[in-house]
């Protein structure tokens, strides 16, 4: 019995810690901070408190907690983001999550060469742990957060595909690093090899997977959730397997599906969702149990010196000149520049370099963290003061409890549900004005939690609930009229 009680202390210590993590999901509403930055705080706080956390887990069981808890937010993050909002910010994404990836690791490089006497090799590998934003922190700061236009949009999907970019460039740098035959090439072939096998096997995975989700059965819809995680495993590990990016791969797999209509896909999505917050919870405590804040020593100056020149230097620079051909508003392009939050995916790429036994991989790691508690405190909390000093339209979304629906054994047919963005085209417009053609028809409308008739004379308000009738092939063009910006 001794040893089932000394387990149930282990169990209520856990269980109570989740709790209170849970708790501050409640507290960031009334202070913006974001939640993960309390985590890797607290944890780190706790761990010179009580040294003995310090050994409770090691470097290396860190790095494969925080391989799965990515696996899990941005297979998650994939779904929320899904490919058709993907597709209408395209352009912005990819420049900022891939040439800004490159670009940021380059400038941070230099500074940190410039400033504190790296050589260029290990400037470069601190310079590609920074490089990457964070989709943990970015969805917690924005997931409860509706912005308007396709800032939200390019924010998250930057977060999501600069973390493979960013993991694929260390793993190249690494190899550089820790080879006497490294050269430049190593890390362009690396780069490549990761990028074009993780998409493919992405692309592929999400093929297969929609296919079983809308055409094969389970006994009991909460299989069907755990099917979807399986896949993302099967896919993250078959990307892995095959010298590819896994992380993008298990990216792309969500951008794909989170559009795609299949049985249970509500249940599928909020369990994805509820996991990806433990994941979120678990890879930034164990991160903050690494970290030993009184001795960092001198490393706090270097870290506070190198943020201030990322945040404002550094990813302003780079952010805003690769924006100028993007179809953004000057304030759009500056709250873009400032979102460009830190968070576990630096720490974890430091923690890489630590195992890969790099010169100077201590001081790497302590400098990392010094930055990202910069990042999520400082930027993080002023998300929401930026969006009212630029003007960017912003509300937080109220949690909606209680579901209305039925249930058919058969797909519906031509029954749509969207939300009013705001700064879409039907905001502020009236049913009869809109071109909905003659073969659509609104035919509920839900408004503070109370359905209204659907007359020609009704104005919609952003946040309101439409249930349309209409032909699938007009999907496309009601998503815009709805939930897309006003040209």
Do not use: C
């Not at 800004?100 to 470069?124: P, Q, R, S």
Request: charged share 15%; glycine share 10%; proline share 5%.
């Amino acid at each position: 019995m001794s040893e089932l009680h000394e387990f149930g202390t282990v169990v209520l210590v856990v269980a109570a810690g989740f709790f209170g993590a849970l708790g501050t999901y409640k507290l960031t509403e009334r202070f913006p901070v974001p939640a993960p930055a309390l985590f890797l705080i607290v944890a780190a706080v706790a761990s010179d408190v009580f040294p003995g956390l310090e050994t409770v887990i090691s470097i290396h069981n860190v790095e494969r907690i925080g391989v799965v808890a990515l696996i899990v937010i941005l297979f998650d993050g994939g779904m929320q983001v899904g490919w058709r909002r993907f597709r209408g910010a395209a352009f912005p994404i990819t420049s900022l999550g891939v040439v800004g990836t490159f670009a940021t690791a380059a400038v941070m490089a230099a500074f940190a060469h410039a400033f504190f006497g790296f050589d260029w090799t290990i400037a470069g590998v601190l310079g590609a742990a920074l490089a990457p934003t964070d989709p943990a922190v970015m969805f917690s700061v924005l997931g409860n957060r509706e912005i308007g236009g396709r800032t939200g949009t390019i924010l998250e999907g930057e977060s999501g595909a600069n973390d493979p970019v960013g993991i694929a460039l260390m793993i190249g740098m690494l190899a550089y690093a820790t080879s006497s035959h490294g050269s430049p090439w190593t890390v362009v072939r690396e780069f490549a090899l990761e990028m074009s096998i993780g998409l493919a096997v992405g692309v592929a995975g999400a093929w297969i997977l929609l296919r079983l989700m809308r055409n094969v059965s389970l006994p009991n819809e909460g299989l069907y959730p755990l099917r979807t995680l399986a896949a993302a495993g099967v896919i993250y590990g078959a990307a892995a397997v095959a010298h590819g990016s896994g992380f993008l791969a298990v990216f792309v797999a969500g951008l794909l599906i989170g559009d795609a209509r299949a049985p249970y896909k509500a249940e599928i999505e909020r369990f994805h969702t509820s996991l990806a917050s433990i994941a979120e919870i678990v890879v930034f405590t164990a991160l903050g149990l690494t970290i030993h804040l009184t001795g960092l020593g001198d490393v706090w100056s270097d870290g506070l010196l190198l943020a201030v020149l990322l945040v404002f230097v550094a990813r302003p620079v780079v952010a805003l000149g690769l924006l100028v051909p993007a179809r953004l508003r000057g304030a759009e392009r500056l709250f873009v520049a400032w979102g460009g939050l830190k968070g576990a995916v630096p720490i974890l790429l430091a923690a890489l370099a630590l195992l890969a036994s790099v010169r100077d991989a201590d001081r790497i790691y302590g400098i990392v963290f010094v930055v990202v508690a910069f990042s999520v405190v400082v930027q993080g909390t002023t998300i929401p003061l930026a969006a009212a000093r630029l003007r960017i339209p912003m509300r937080l979304v109220q949690p909606e409890p209680w579901d209305l629906s039925i249930r058919l054994r058969r797909e519906p047919q031509g029954v749509q549900r969207y939300v009013v963005a705001s700064g879409a085209r039907a905001a502020g417009e009236a049913i009869r004005d809109l071109p909905l053609g003659d073969h659509t028809w609104v035919t509920l409308v839900v408004r503070d939690d109370k359905p209204q008739q659907a007359r020609g004379s009704h104005v919609f308000e952003p946040g309101d609930e439409v249930v349309v009738l209409s032909d699938d092939a007009d999907a496309a063009a009601l998503h815009r009229l709805f939930q897309g910006a006003a040209d």
